[in-house]
DNA sequence: CATATATTTCGATAAAATTGGAAATATGAA
DNA sequence: TTCATATTTCCAATTTTATCGAAATATATG
């Protein structure tokens, strides 16, 4: 992961209307929802909510399916593990300050 | 880890300036670094910096203490495990999808 | 085709974040 | 006390983001 990237999923997520929707996501895995149901859960205006989904796919933490006149958000929650270990990345010099399990088994 | 904390951690380190500024603590561990030293590494602005610290330290990001003329800032890394426990928070319903050690450990 | 539902794009406005020079504050040393 | 170093605060211009009504696009159905 690239500094980049990382800025753009933070900056995607640190919103908000956005933390909302990508939780709620999240925790319907495969099963995704639509922007009518995020409309509905949340209360926000569809232009609004639109502009959101679309910065969201944008970080790539969803990843969007049409299903006939419906449009189905799925979240990528290997992202978040990837910002996480990009962010500890190389943490105290090395040194086992943190357990950080993935960062010392994936080295990218 | 409420909704609020959350964004102003993601906000915080949703910058360039910022996140280069966490990622060189980070590395540092408990030796930490002095505005000074950023200046130098960076090439920001001391006014711009101090700037970025405080949002920092807000987010509670980093830590800091004074030893004589220097401050000295220092991670604070447990913050980004929890904001990744926070982040996928029941995922799936609970289902295993992603094997996420954390949350299944400490559920708060 | 005509109509209904689902969702996005446009665009103008409002709100929030960023920048950095200059001045102020804090600490230490001569 | 005076000077030097370290760092912050102030502030106003600039840039970036967010908001949402209204119009446009896509798909399905009778």
């Known amino acids: 992961m690239k500094n980049k ?9 640190g919103h908000e ?16 929802l639509t922007p009518g149901d995020l ?3 949340l209360g926000i205006p569809n232009a609004t909510l639109s502009f959101h989904l679309k910065e969201l796919v944008n970080a790539d933490l969803l990843v969007v399916e049409r299903q006939s006149r419906h449009l189905i958000y799925r979240p990528n929650a290997q992202l978040v593990e990837a ?4 962010l500890l990345d190389n943490c105290c ?4 300050c943190i357990p950080n399990k993935s960062s010392i088994a994936s080295s990218k």
Request: glycine fraction near 12%.
């Open 5 to 13: 990237d990382a800025i753009t999923v933070l900056l995607a997520l």
């Open 93 to 96: 010099g090395g040194k086992s």
């Open 39 to 41: 409309v509905e859960k």
């Open 17 to 32: 209307s956005r933390l909302n929707v990508f939780r709620l996501i999240v925790q319907r895995g495969d099963v995704g």
């Open 83 to 86: 910002l996480s270990d990009f």
